[in-house]
């Protein structure tokens, strides 16, 4: 096979310890890889870049259509948003994946009882509250948008199911939240089910997060695909990393149709940085989920193989392992792993994985990708006012109603989600934000517009949304106590 290019930036802290580790295993085992070191990171930021990486590092990820990265710190107290959370959704690397196994050597109260583990987390990567809109709507009140898609739903569940199919898993499981947020996570469940019919084969069920958190500490043998949304999945992910020694132990991936990341997903570690005692296990591990995508399997199984025969012959840094014997620095755990490579552990398998690799180099689209989902038959029904005051809310309502067009009504006052007026309990708390529902006989965005406009010379109006209904479904929540 020619040698395949891809972009390697070190990282901070650790990074580029670690990240030396790792290619020194790969040159060592000849893997056919070629590397063009990238400008990404604190340092760039520092530098001016607003993105924290050099626009040569863009074009080179873009033309290689794969970046291995070591740990990357975010500026503190700046205004500026992850590196790691930036790169994933610029380049719509919509799924996240982490495989999170017994590892022999490494002692856990699992591996301990005899319990093993062998759980993959696939978090979906570009949407929820990771978009990073929000707003401070006064002194008191900030306010959070959360966005769940039908099209990115699909992505990330067929993502699941497909590699669930590949691998050999039989059973697909998805976390949500759909008892409470009825519609952004009810639409992820409603989508999880709609799919999971496409692949019989394979047992699809839910468990609500939170449950799914309690069963996960208690029988984590009973699961093995969790797919979940972004903020959810990064929780489970890291609770995960707990079964089996922590995030030094916990191999990632984040994956696109055109460019895909391997990174290790633990700390930059600035309080050890230039020792050479970092672990880095979950980067190499990182690495050779990497080396299976691009469809280096040989290479990938060997040193795989090397690196779990290294660990169970008790080889081990600072971090894990007998604490009666010697420790090894980086450098020394790498060469380890190099001087075992062909040798294969006695107490795990590996794992087989299809032959077969997608792996293509990105075609730069002309223009960016709009995902259009199905025509849909949408009536507006009335509009939510979000508004700030330090009214009671029967003065609020009063306010409203005084100069509400003729044909509109206010339904309900809530504060924080709860109904606080036309019912309400005087041992409700509130805060100075509250919503206004107020329906109408008109069907006409503009004369909700016009309310609008009419309120906002009597109310302190923060933001509107619509109240629709879509193909004949209340498109909207209740409030609480509705």
Request: net charge negative; aromatic share 8%; hydrophobic share 40%.
């Amino acid at each position: 096979m020619s040698k395949v290019t891809i972009s390697v930036a070190k990282g901070d802290g650790i990074g580029p310890e670690i990240m030396d580790a790792v290619l020194s295993i790969f040159n060592a085992a000849n893997v056919p890889l070629d590397y063009e070191i990238i400008g990404m990171g604190k340092s760039y930021y520092d530098q001016g870049f607003g993105n924290g990486m050099m626009p040569e590092a863009m074009q080179s990820i873009e033309r290689n259509g794969i970046l291995f990265k070591g740990p990357m710190e975010t500026p503190k107290g700046k205004g500026v948003k992850s590196i790691n959370v930036t790169a994933r959704k610029v380049w719509s690397t919509y799924a996240n994946r982490r495989h999170f196994r017994t590892i022999e050597g490494v002692d856990t109260v699992y591996s301990k009882a005899g319990i093993p583990i062998d759980i993959t987390v696939i978090r979906e990567n570009i949407e929820d509250t990771y978009g990073g809109i929000e707003h401070m709507l006064s002194n008191d009140v900030a306010l959070s948008r959360r966005f769940i898609t039908r099209q990115g739903c699909e992505q990330i569940v067929r993502f699941a199911f497909e590699m669930a199919k590949k691998e050999g898993f039989k059973k697909v499981t998805c976390g949500h939240k759909a008892n409470i947020m009825k519609l952004t996570d009810g639409l992820f469940l409603e989508v999880f089910y709609e799919i999971s019919k496409q692949y019989p084969d394979i047992i699809a069920e839910d468990v609500i997060v939170d449950a799914l958190c309690m069963k996960l500490v208690q029988y984590p043998q009973d699961f093995e695909v969790v797919v979940l949304t972004n903020l959810q999945g990064d929780i489970v992910s890291d609770l995960c990393a707990g079964l089996v020694g922590g995030l030094g132990f916990a191999p990632s991936t984040n994956v696109g149709d055109n460019i895909s990341i391997f990174e290790a997903v633990h700390g930059t570690a600035p309080d050890i940085a230039g020792k050479n005692i970092a672990n880095p296990t979950s980067l190499l591990m990182s690495g050779i989920m990497m080396l299976r995508h691009i469809g280096l399997l040989k290479e990938a199984r060997a040193i795989e193989g090397a690196l779990l025969y290294t660990i169970e012959n008790g080889v081990h840094t600072g971090d894990f392992g007998d604490r009666s014997t010697k420790s090894a620095n980086t450098t020394e755990f790498a060469e380890a792993i190099i001087s075992n490579l062909g040798k294969f552990p006695t107490k795990v398998e590996l794992r087989k994985t299809d032959d077969k690799s997608d792996f293509k180099l990105p075609q730069k689209p002309e223009k960016q990708r709009v995902m259009v989902g199905a025509p849909a038959e949408i009536e507006v029904v009335g509009i939510d006012i979000f508004l700030q005051s330090s009214f009671q809310a029967e003065d609020i309502a009063k306010k409203i109603q005084d100069v509400l067009p003729n044909g509109m009504k206010l339904v309900s006052l809530t504060n924080r989600g709860t109904v606080v007026w036309p019912e309400a309990s005087v041992y409700t708390e509130c805060s100075t934000g509250y919503g206004a529902r107020i329906t109408g006989e008109t069907k006409s965005k503009d004369d909700y517009w016009n309310a609008i406009k009419v309120l906002g010379s009597v109310i302190d109006i923060s933001s509107t949304e619509f109240l629709n209904i879509i193909n004949g479904q209340r498109a909207y929540s209740l409030g609480q106590g509705k």
